[in-house]
């Protein structure tokens, strides 16, 4: 089955199920004033009128404006009714609503499908494309299963690139196979399209057989994509305000709000609790809420009527990236209160609809009313604490399980006495922590929503945590600290050994030894080097405290200097100079800091690696830059919350935390970041030793695998190998090219390629583990089998650079390709190229494995060619690509003899090929010219059963226009086409008669006076050559007339633009 009767058609059906009414080429067609354009006009005015109840005059000015309009984002704003325009009548600007929000069956919605648009030359066809109120709002993309919902992402990805103007309304796009299907927001990189794998819609029965229906129930239903359109699209800006990236919510960020919604609107339970693992969009999830909660478009109730909303946090860090989200997201108007004052002040306003952020702190009770003589008193001033009308306020705490059980959450709930409380944690609520569950949690309930460590893992939010252990003789385990006490410390005096012990400090004080930090820093450059710097990665290093912060910095400087010097040859000053730009300590050098007392001498220490704020800010934005040679931030506390890097892999942990404080420093690097395979935890300290322990205080169900041991890889690579080899016949596996034909079909290697992506990751995972050794011959074969099979089996170039791999095994297998001789094997050669024809007549390849190796490499190469013409000039090369296409169909059903034959078929098609690449030079017409006439001809081929005659050429010759008869230089006229024509005209003398109006198209398209500087980018200037070929066709009585300049335009953007 094709992909157009297996995913397309059945994907029209089933949103003709959902409510949508199936659009046809020509309703479509007849509504665009061309083919650049993507409005549907009629349907788009009647819908403004019929909403907006203006005038038609009114609607069709709206329709001009957003005609022209090319943002996304500026489409964004219009299409949620932040639009206003003067219309007669009123005295005042009316607001302009594209979409119905309240009544969704008072909008249009269609569906069509092979929808064309043309940019800059390029014409694309979109499989189905979704209009509401003839606005282009979703763009979807059908492939075969065997060709994978891949290939459709990177489809749409090119159409966003190449035409522009279909998604400038839209709103987000969907890939689908029919078995799977993903979708993304427009722009989005292709690790940021996402199954939806649960309903989230209530009542709606998920049990259905396909993916896509799934899919397009949960996402295309016309109030869901309402709701997703209104509320779940933000579009955040990076620090500069310059940087723009377009986000949609996944399944469990719409669910979690809509349950809140939901709570809000009920009324009986005025709290919620909802814990969504870090790294998953927890901060995403709250800008979510508060858009829905604020504007809560197509929904009527007293309760969501203009709530104020306050988001707490109990960081100033978190307090400012929460606070930055909501303003990058574009949420009108968020106040950040920067102190106790401001924030009274913003609460105790009396106007609704407030959106205000701030740290728990500042709602510290520092009130003298409250400090009265008298108990009476400081009751009366707390009840005074209440905001006007409490019952209008939506509190949002981040971290809910922390500061909430004390004072600063009694002064929360006393200045929100009626207010809906919703809690939000990063990591689950401790088994014994009821306080949380009281505050936030409904009776009985738990969690209002719950998206944990396992479920971010299999849907692709997060990266899984590995952690593995090195140096344990250095570790600080309770077993051996006692020991070790004595051991290195054992030259002090009994007084200050007593003095050591009697603080408590002999754990920190042995992990800041010298000697343990030298070799901890060796180790990590060594381990970095090997594992985590040649993908591209970055690391945190966690110390104990800010002294230990100081000492890593100086070992890890003195390590990378003393690399420097040995293996790159620099001098000691520039080698010093290089290694410091390699880690910045992130750290404060308050002496006060955690209580403690440093010595003069210490704090110099400490002092000589502080850094400003804004040397901090700078060294976390180097950090995040993944071309920035900055690898390396230390810290003992800072950015182990709330810190988003998603290029860290690693983190180098030399203290011991535990709890809270562990999951969340280990979701540093559980960041999704290209082909990121986890995060991993390298443990200097021993807390992996007795992991378990460390997270008791969790439900074992709840942190199960909040970090998984690295050396369960290798029982994964030894299972994946297995896997992968079974489908390699024995006998064959010394010969990729034997190999990859055993394996008999192309849906086999579809599933190898599936099993040898699993081995290939796990090998590159482990890399330079000595663990891989002994797979490694086996690893090249499956490395070069999949090349080889691109062109054995799907006949298509390979990709022989593995640019899609780990940099850490990419030189392996290009190197593997170079000597094994599959690189020249896999080489497709241009017509041009003397060596493509070798394959035809090479004395030498008589063993039937050559002949079939020639044919298979033909196969590709003549695709690869026929395509890149295809893109020249459609009409031109249209039959070819049916010509190759039939061959391939009769190779596949064997009917064919041998390679022989399937090579001397191969060598007609690509002679003719040649044939027709040169048919312009016994013409007599310019290249260019001969382009256009070769589409003229097709006017001609259509009646050839109709009109035989004896001049046409022979089969396997290619239609190039006669040399007699040919207009003389500068004749501008040329005997029309009826007359040709006429009974007893034979083809020749027809075509003769297009040759000279081609000629005429080319010059009016060479035409400085006509065809202007940069014509191609002026739509005016194209409208009117489009109108004067269209004049040239009438005059010449020319079949078809309707659809060739649009064709002929196509080509003369090509071949004829000018800058």
Known sequence: MSEESAVELPGLRFLESLGYTELSAAEVNAQRESLERVLLKDTLVDALVRINAIGRATALSVYNELAGLGDNEAWFKRLRGQYSKMVPGESTSKTIRLLDFERPQNNTWGVTRQFYVRASGRVIEADLVVFVNGIPLVVIEAKDITVGVGKGIAQIRRYEQDV???????????????????????????????????????????????????????????????????????????????????????????????????????????????WHTQGSGKSLTMVFATLKLKFHRGIEHPQLKNPNILVITDRNDLDAQISSTFAACGLPNPRHARSSAELRALIDQKSPGRVITSTIFKLDGDDPRLQGATLKARQDAAARLAAPDSSNWIVLVDECHRTQEALLGAYLRATFPEAFFFGFTGTPVKKNDKDTYANFGAPGEGYLDKYGIDEAVRDGATVEVRYTARLPEWHLDDAALDAAFEQDFAHEDDATRRRLKERGAQRSDLARLPARIAQIAADIWQHFRAHIHPDGYKAQIVTVDRRAVAEHKKA????????????????????????????????????????????????????????????????????????????????????????DAPVEQAMYLDKPLRDHNLL?????????????????????????????????????????????????????????????????????????????????????????????????????????????????????????????????????????????????????????????????????RPLSDPRFWTDFNDPDAEDSRDLHTAAVRKTAELKKIIAEKLAENAERYASFSERLKELIAQFQLGLFDDDADKLDALESVARDLQAEDAAHQSSRLSERAFGIWSILKTTVADDADAHPDDASPTEGQADAPPTEGHPTEGQTESTSYAEAYADGTTHAQRLTALEALAEDIAALYQSDELATIRWQEKGSVRHELRKRVRHMLLRHDVPRWEELPEKIETFALKHFAKS
Request: proline residues 4%.
């Open 164 to 274: 522009e103007a279909l998604f400038a309304p839209n709103a987000f796009n969907i890939a689908t196979t029919g078995a799977t299907l993903r979708y993304g927001a427009t722009g989005a990189s292709s690790q940021y399209w996402f199954d939806w794998p649960e309903s989230t819609i209530p009542g709606e029965p998920f049990a259905r057989t396909q993916a896509m229906e799934r899919g397009f129930t949960e996402l295309l239903t016309p109030a869901r994509l309402l709701d997703l359109i209104a509320h779940f699209i933000v579009f955040e800006r990076d620090a500069t305000g310059q940087k723009v990236v377009k986000k949609i919510c996944r399944y469990q960020q719409l669910r979690a709000v809509n349950k809140m919604v939901a709570r809000v609107i009920e009324g009986k339970h005025r709290k919620g609790l909802i």
């Open 664 to 828: 969340q420093a280990i979701t540093r690097t559980n960041r999704r970041y290209g082909d990121k395979p986890y995060g991993l935890i390298v443990d200097y300290f021993g807390v992996s030793k007795n992991l378990q322990d460390a997270l008791s205080a969790y439900r074992a169900d709840d942190v199960k695998n909040a970090m998984r041991p690295e050396s369960g890889l290798h029982d994964e690579l030894r299972d994946a190998h297995r896997e992968v080899m079974a489908m390699i016949d024995p006998a064959m596996r010394s010969n990729a090219l034997h190999a990859v034909r055993a394996l008999g079909s192309l849906d086999r290697y579809y599933d190898f390629c599936q099993r040898a992506k699993t081995f290939i990751a796990l090998y590159a995972a482990l890399m330079p583990d000595p663990v891989v050794i002994p797979y490694a011959p086996d690893f090249k074969l499956v490395g070069a089998m999949i090349p080889v099979g691109k062109i054995e089996w799907e006949h298509e170039e390979p990709d022989l650079d593995f640019a899609h791999y780990s940099a850490k095994i990419r030189q392996m297998l290009a190197n593997h390709v170079e000597v094994t001789g599959i690189r020249q094997l896999c080489t497709l």
């Open 556 to 643: 890890l400087d003195a390590v990378i200097a003393a690399w420097y010097v040995a293996e790159q040859g620099l001098s000691e000053s520039e080698a010093r100079l290089r290694a410091t730009g390699h880690s910045a300590a992130i750290y404060s050098a308050n002496a006060n800091d955690r209580g403690e007392v440093l010595e003069d001498d210490e704090m110099k220490k400490v002092l000589r690696f502080q850094l400003s704020a804004a040397e901090q800010a700078d060294a976390i934005k180097r950090f995040r830059d993944p071309d920035d040679p900055l690898s390396f931030l230390i810290v003992c506390d800072k950015l182990l919350t709330g810190f």
